[in-house]
């Protein structure tokens, strides 16, 4: 499966990039928990939780059904 997640992490990173920031796979858990760092102007952004959650992770849930959660670290 994390392959399949870096494959996505990869359309969605143009997004990030675009704005001065970046998303860096860290870990994909057994049960599908995937956890990411966000790099850039992405880590200090006060609208990061939401473009993890209604971006990053809406994204993953949809392209991969395993995916049960997108955190932080």
């Not at 796979?25 to 200090?44: F, H, P, R």
């Amino acid at each position: 499966m994390e392959e399949k997640v870096r494959a996505v992490l990869n359309d969605v990173r143009p997004t990030l990039q675009a704005d001065g920031g970046d998303v860096e796979l860290v870990d994909v858990t057994e049960g599908g928990i995937v956890k990411v760092k966000l790099k850039g102007a992405c880590g200090s952004c006060p609208m990061a939780q939401m473009t993890l959650k209604l971006g990053i992770e809406k994204y993953l849930k949809e392209k991969i059904p395993e995916v049960v959660e997108v955190v932080a670290v």
